[in-house]
């Protein structure tokens, strides 16, 4: 562990400076990716990403990396592997930060013989630095943060990134879910930022954050910071959750997430014998 301390120490300055870059920004032009989430990138997301990892190999030439917008030019997955591996998302949330929308971020996840040790997340406009070590609890801005301990999704407040529905493959799952949960839960949110998404719910601003098919840079920092946080994440089939295929269900508390699990298991229930009839989703 000693190693992650030393790695903490040298990562922190540079999410510093990166989080510089994306506040002094001039002018953002912004570019669709070739994805099916509508998503952007804009000529800040790869300055920050690449000076990032020009320092990381400067410092570190063996470790390995997986970030956003490298990725997104090759074909193939990522493979995790027992190295230290920094995986980075320069600018999360990018199209809030194209749109002066101050819910957006720099992230830096670690993991070690594929194990998640450190998350490093900042949100420069809001001065929000939330950082967890494995085992050491998460912290906002230096002080220790904990979820909401929330155990009643009647009475809970949840972040459903509905806009994963413009994606075809998770348009019928993602409106059966919406029908189920908006009869359930007390408010909906759909903030725009998996990453800041993930650290509202670990330090209590929200109670469950819901989002599916995403990418692993998405959630190596931020799921770390739940769980140091007292928060519980899982794949929301109810799988055990997967880092290099994130689709998560992070809840305030481990019996928040049974419920939520249950909902959602009911709502893709009704998705299936649906489908299985011929029928597309209809409210
Ligand atoms: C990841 O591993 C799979 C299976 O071993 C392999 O087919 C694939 O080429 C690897 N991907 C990369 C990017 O190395
Ligand atoms: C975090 O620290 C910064 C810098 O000291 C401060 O401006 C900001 O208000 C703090 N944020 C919170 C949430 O305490
Ligand atoms: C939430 O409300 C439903 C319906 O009123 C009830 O059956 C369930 O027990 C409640 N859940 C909790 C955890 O209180």
Known sequence: MEKVHEYYQFILPLVIEAGKVMKNVVEVKTELKNNDYGDIVTQYDRQIEEVLIRKIKDRYPTHCHIAEEEMSTKDEKPNLTDEPTWIIDPIDGTANFARGIAFTCVSVGLTI?????LGVVLNPYLDELFTAIKGEGAF????????????????????????????????????????????????????????????????????????????????????????????????????????????????????????????????????????????????
């Not at 013989?113 to 040790?117: A, D, F, I, L, R």
């Not at 929200?206 to 140091?228: F, H, K, N, S």
């Open 113 to 117: 013989n594929k194990e998640q040790v």
């Open 140 to 283: 906002l801005n230096g002080t220790r943060i904990f979820t909401s301990g929330c155990k009643d999704i009647n009475t809970s407040t949840m972040n459903y990134e509905i806009t994963i529905a413009r994606n075809e493959k998770y348009y019928d799952l993602y409106m059966y879910r919406f029908k189920h949960l908006i009869k359930t839960v007390a408010g909906i949110l759909a903030m725009g930022s998996a990453v800041m998404g993930l650290c509202y719910v670990a330090c209590g601003k929200t109670d469950a954050y819901q989002c599916d098919g995403l990418y692993p840079w998405d959630a190596a920092a931020g799921t770390l910071i739940v769980r140091e946080a007292g928060g519980f994440v899982s794949d929301s089939s109810g799988e055990e959750f997967d880092l290099m295929n994130p689709n998560f269900l992070a809840t305030a508390s481990e019996e928040l997430c049974q419920q939520y699990l249950e909902v959602e298991g009911n709502a893709d229930e009704e998705r299936e014998q649906c489908l299985r009839e011929g029928k597309e989703y209809m409210p």
